[in-house]
T-cell receptor
Framework: ETGVTQTPRHLVMGMTNKKSLKCEQH?????MYWYKQSAKKPLELMFV???????ENNSVPSRFSPECPNSSHLFLHLHTLQPEDSALYLC?????????????FGPGTRLTVL | AQSVTQLDSHVSVSEGTPVLLRCNYS??????LFWYVQHPNKGLQLLLK??????LVKGINGFEAEFKKSETSFHLTKPSAHMSDAAEYFC??????????FGAGTRLTVKP
């Protein structure tokens, strides 16, 4: 595997379900990100982990819970989601926290909440 | 505060003709600017980035962009469009790695 991988690629869940999205980066980076991409809206940064420490984002509902067990893996735990949470969830990684450091993206998980 | 505005939500060109995708930015600090491309069902791929070293930036697949501070613009161009260029393009402004702002995107259609 190379780059940034995400599983599953597609997920359909009910509002009472609990599921997790997984992201793995094979680039040796030390920062990882979760983004939400909804139709007709700009990408929204949800969470940032730098050196495995989380940077809080207060605008994200608590029904989304990130976890970063090590610098290569990132999870997004989902519970009691709403239909408006249906979107493409993208994971990204970068080396260091500098503003010149580009982010490398995974292919995304297409989430549908029924 | 920083933000980015992509002036066209959709651009359509014929194969072999030039491409121009427009981006204006607003930033309180000297910004870093990026262009990403997203093909259907794929993640975002970096095309090029501006880091203050040179105002004309060359990227992959023949794309380039020019940073114009006086106009607060960072337009993306390509001399000759190819069918494989059809995708969504995102302009991004960054002050820190925690604060990257994405434009709404421009969908590029390439007609045969």
């Amino acid at each position: 595997e190379t780059g940034v991988t995400q599983t599953p690629r597609h997920l359909v869940m009910g509002m009472t379900n609990k599921k997790s999205l997984k992201c793995e980066q094979h680039l040796g980076h030390n920062a990882m990100y979760w983004y939400k991409q909804s139709a007709k809206k700009p990408l929204e940064l949800m969470f940032v982990y730098s050196l495995e420490e989380r940077v809080e984002n207060n605008s994200v509902p608590s029904r989304f819970s990130p976890e970063c067990p090590n610098s290569s893996h990132l999870f997004l735990h989902l519970h009691t989601l709403q239909p408006e949470d249906s979107a493409l969830y993208l994971c990204a990684s970068s080396q260091g926290g500098g503003r010149y450091n580009e982010q490398f993206f995974g292919p995304g998980t297409r989430l549908t909440v029924l | 505060a920083q933000s980015v505005t992509q002036l066209d939500s959709h651009v359509s060109v014929s194969e072999g003709t030039p491409v121009l995708l427009r981006c204006n930015y607003s930033s309180s600090y000297s910004p870093s600017l990026f262009w990403y491309v997203q093909h259907p069902n794929k993640g975002l791929q970096l095309l090029l980035k501006y880091t203050s070293a040179a105002t004309l930036v060359k990227g992959i697949n023949g794309f380039e962009a020019e940073f114009k501070k006086s106009e607060t613009s960072f337009h993306l161009t390509k001399p000759s469009a190819h069918m494989s260029d059809a995708a969504e393009y995102f302009c991004v402004v960054s002050v820190t790695h925690n604060d990257m702002r994405f434009g709404a995107g421009t969908r590029l259609t390439v007609k045969p």
